[in-house]
């Protein structure tokens, strides 16, 4: 998918400026489908813009300049439904941590601990935003209430096992055989 699809899912939802539209999938309720840049969303909105995909009107605001408001056309939304009934690609996960996990006994238990300790936090913190996000009024779609309580769901997971597990990379780490876990 890309940030072109995004800016249409976005806008397919309600108006909005291109600072909004940064926002919301930089760091917002949009951030976890697509990695969309703040030198990504400008263009592609100015291309879907001469593609007759969205339009843009300028709003006056007291004491600033005119803001940039973008809509959705009808042309837009089909393109947006269009680009949704494709098979979307496999999800790509990268992570950092599992590079310094790969590598525990390299750099020793305290840098492990360490990224432990870091990587929990993060997790605990994403899945913070998510629960803010499910508490937010404004979206009461099923498909969205769905889709929270399947990240939910799997940063929940996530941490558990990393709580329950670290043992074993910190062992890996000490230069210490990880036995494998026990099923559950």
């Given at each position: 998918?890309?940030?072109?699809?995004?800016?249409?899912?976005?806008?397919?939802?309600?108006?909005?400026?291109?600072?909004?539209?940064?926002?919301?999938?930089?760091?917002?309720?949009?951030?976890?489908?697509?990695?969309?840049?703040?030198?990504?969303?400008?263009?592609?909105?100015?291309?879907?813009?001469?593609?007759?995909?969205?339009?843009?009107?300028?709003?006056?605001?007291?004491?600033?300049?005119?803001?940039?408001?973008?809509?959705?056309?009808?042309?837009?939304?089909?393109?947006?439904?269009?680009?949704?009934?494709?098979?979307?690609?496999?999800?790509?996960?990268?992570?950092?941590?599992?590079?310094?996990?790969?590598?525990a006994e390299m750099v020793g238990p305290d840098v492990i601990r360490k990224a432990i300790d870091a990587r929990l936090e993060h997790m605990r913190g994403d899945l913070a935003?998510?629960?803010?996000?499910?508490?937010?009024?404004?979206?009461?779609?099923?498909?969205?209430?769905?889709?929270?309580?399947?990240?939910?769901?799997?940063?929940?997971?996530?941490?558990?096992?990393?709580?329950?597990?670290?043992?074993?990379?910190?062992?890996?780490?000490?230069?210490?055989?990880?036995?494998?876990?026990?099923?559950?």
């Amino acid at each position: 998918m890309s940030v072109r699809t995004l800016c249409l899912a976005i806008l397919n939802f309600g108006d909005a400026t291109g600072y909004e539209i940064r926002k919301l999938s930089t760091e917002g309720k949009y951030s976890y489908f697509v990695d969309a840049s703040f030198g990504s969303i400008y263009p592609a909105l100015a291309r879907l813009e001469a593609e007759g995909l969205v339009t843009v009107r300028e709003e006056a605001q007291s004491g600033k300049p005119s803001r940039k408001v973008y809509s959705i056309t009808e042309a837009g939304r089909a393109e947006f439904i269009r680009d949704l009934s494709q098979l979307p690609a496999p999800d790509i996960y990268r992570s950092p941590f599992l590079l310094v996990a790969m590598c525990a006994e390299m750099v020793g238990p305290d840098v492990i601990r360490k990224a432990i300790d870091a990587r929990l936090e993060h997790m605990r913190g994403d899945l913070a935003k998510l629960e803010a996000i499910a508490g937010e009024p404004c979206d009461h779609r099923p498909a969205a209430r769905f889709i929270l309580e399947y990240g939910r769901s799997c940063m929940t997971e996530d941490i558990r096992f990393l709580e329950a597990n670290r043992h074993r990379l910190e062992d890996i780490a000490r230069g210490r055989p990880a036995l494998p876990q026990a099923a559950e």
